[in-house]
């Protein structure tokens, strides 16, 4: 009976894999990437309420707390910040399966989406520079000259598999481990970008032992951060340390895991010395969350939550805003943004049924961004990149 299971299970698992991951090659390259006129759309919503969150588990400090939509008012609200007026332009009309945006400390922008790699150079040119129609590209850091990005590439032709050697390899986590190993080759991508004309990017790692590597951060000394996503109750955080230049050598290094409360991390953001991440609780009745962890001599300490609700959150950003530290999490599933302040814990949510399934959303960097407007991929429905809902970069204005 325990060996059916574990074969339903896996069975479910690949099916799972399959529809993340294994992308239908038609051989030619899906619409490029084509700036919209922009086009306003106004937001509104309803107050949704207090939601404290009365459990506690391993590692984590409950964060709940009203959430005051733009022009409602929350009488239990820990601040009287004023309501946000917002509205949203489509930047990038065809972004398929937007995934992921990036500031450089420069203000250039770089997008991911379900095909390649692209920087916004202007706003009416968007300019595609790696292409893998094969591919999930992921999270985007910079170090120095530096611009890292995650990619998993689905191989091809696929290899032959031994599903019932995955299926006796153990643990749920190592058959998804052995599964997504055998599909798909997943590797950190490298540009120089201070170099006269498109950055060119080439693998200088393939990651060991993560199932599905998500978002990524980079710290003072040019480490890297990594979130393994599991969906499962075991997931990591890995430290890549990089050496060298023109032949750089990477170490790997589980930094906190599931043990520490990092159960299926997605976003990761830093900011001065404290690392935040979005996690997924499948066993919790809230199972979003919104974490963060102080980042000393290199180790972590001990994870806190921030925040929790009943969504799923993608990934994340934390800048000042208004003279204060704003943090901007994409609610994929509730189709909004949520900021919270991270001195006294407001929740103001904004754009509620506007945004469509957001992957990212970061603060405008000068010079082409204001700190009021929030860049914004729209993934829409997962891996479906040809229709018009999502599949597309917005900008969204907030009163400053």
């Known amino acids: 009976m325990k060996q059916s299971k574990k074969v339903l299970l896996a069975l479910i698992t690949l099916t799972l894999i399959s529809s993340l991951y294994c992308q239908e090659d038609t051989g030619t390259s899906p619409t490029p990437l084509l700036y919209s006129t922009p086009t306003d759309r106004e937001t509104s919503g309803t107050t949704d309420g207090t939601i404290a969150d009365p459990r506690k ?61 692209s920087e916004i150079t202007n706003r009416e040119t968007v300019n595609r520079l790696f292409t893998d129609n094969r591919g999930i590209f992921g999270g985007i850091a910079q170090s120095g000259k530096w611009l890292y990005v995650l990619h998993a590439t689905v191989k091809n032709p696929l290899p032959a598999m031994d599903l019932n050697s995955c299926i006796k390899s153990g643990s749920m986590v190592k058959i998804l481990l052995l599964l997504t190993d055998l599909l798909m080759d997943k590797e950190l991508l490298r540009a120089d970008i201070t170099v006269p004309g498109n950055p060119v990017f080439t693998s200088i790692y ?66 001065d010395t404290t690392l935040y991440f979005t996690d997924f609780s499948i066993w919790s009745s809230k199972p979003a969350k919104v974490k963060k ?108």
């Open 206 to 271: 393939k990651l060991k032992d993560v199932v599905l590597p998500n978002g990524m951060a980079a710290d003072a000394e040019g480490n890297l951060y990594v979130a393994n996503q599991t969906f499962l109750p075991q997931g990591a955080i890995v430290k890549l340390t990089i050496t060298g230049n023109a032949q750089p050598a990477v170490t790997q290094e589980t930094w906190i895991s599931y043990k520490n409360g990092c159960l299926s991390p997605n976003g990761i953001v830093i900011r």
């Open 57 to 117: 588990t391993a590692g984590e400090q409950a964060g709940d707390g009203p959430i005051i939509e733009p022009g409602s008012t929350a009488t239990s609200a820990t601040s009287n910040m004023n309501p946000y007026a917002t509205s949203i332009s489509t930047l990038v009309s065809r972004a398929p399966d937007a995934e992921n945006a990036f500031f450089t400390d420069t203000g250039r922008l770089f997008v991911t989406d379900g095909t390649s790699i």
């Open 293 to 400: 962890v102080a980042i000393t001599n290199g180790r972590p300490g001990p994870v806190e939550t921030v925040y929790s609700a009943a969504s799923f959150f993608d990934d994340l950003d934390v800048a000042m805003y208004r003279n204060e530290p704003q943090i901007a999490v994409a609610d994929y599933l509730m189709n909004s943004i949520i900021l919270i302040n991270a001195n006294d814990g407001t929740k103001t949510r904004l754009g509620s049924g506007t945004v469509a399934n957001p992957s990212s959303v970061h603060f405008g960097v000068a010079p082409r961004f204001r700190a009021n407007e929030l860049v914004i991929t729209e993934k829409g429905i997962l891996y479906e990149m040809y229709s018009s809902y999502g599949n597309k970069l917005s900008c969204m204005t907030i009163s400053e």
